[in-house]
């Protein structure tokens, strides 16, 4: 990675912001998705239709918001509702993309944001799961960001706090989860991964400048899929520079 150029949290921000498509509907959660998705209404998805877990839809991020609940994420909306009118709407199956974090994940992009060990006695208590349970569950397509190492990518994780694919083919949809739906893309300080159309194991789809197969399979604490053809992440334009610097993020709250 050029780090004069551009930073790791920059580089991540630029990766997520291409998968942000004009017209979709995004359900958005605070931090790096929040940064990606201004940056994608300002480069390519002018009419990318935000949504918050407190209500905002449709809000034009012409000012960074500094959380879910923040007055920004109704800016120039398309409607002003409440908690439980955005999940209702996730429910019915009209939010096509979800942004997620979490501190552990397995093979089958399940998550965890709640304990790190025994639940009745954790070695560390997470946030939990906020609204992640709910967009991991009901969203179409679920982009998770992560940095990349052994201690979150593991073979078992201590909760499950947001589902993915649970122990993979057709598990999620046994469970009573909507048909169709599930992770997408894992996007992390070193590449971007995807899952098996049939097994949903993850696997290798793109790495960041300067990474190699080996350091990605050496920072995962499971075996990943790896494919003949792999691409490769641009790096950041001068122009999403540019204006993740002075207008996304001109406080640098993130950057």
Known sequence: MNAERYNANELLISVSSHLMEDNATCFIGTGIPMLAASLA????APNLISIFEFGGMGAKLEKLPLAVGDMRTFNKGLAAAGICDIMETA????????FL???QIDMFGNLNSTVIGDH????????GSGGANDVGSSCWRTIII???DKRRFIPKIDFVTTPGYLSGASARED???PPNTGPYRVVTSLC???FDQETKWMKLLALNPGVTVDDVIENTGFEL???DHIGHNPEPSEEELDILRHDVDKDRYYI
């Open 41 to 44: 209404q300002r480069m390519h």
């Open 91 to 98: 429910q019915r199956g009209f939010v096509e993309y979800g």
């Open 101 to 103: 974090g979490g501190a």
């Open 120 to 127: 009745s006695n954790p070695k560390v208590r997470l946030p």
């Open 146 to 148: 992560m940095q990349h």
């Open 175 to 177: 469970a009573g989860l």
């Open 192 to 194: 971007t991964l995807g």
């Open 225 to 227: 899929i790896i494919p």
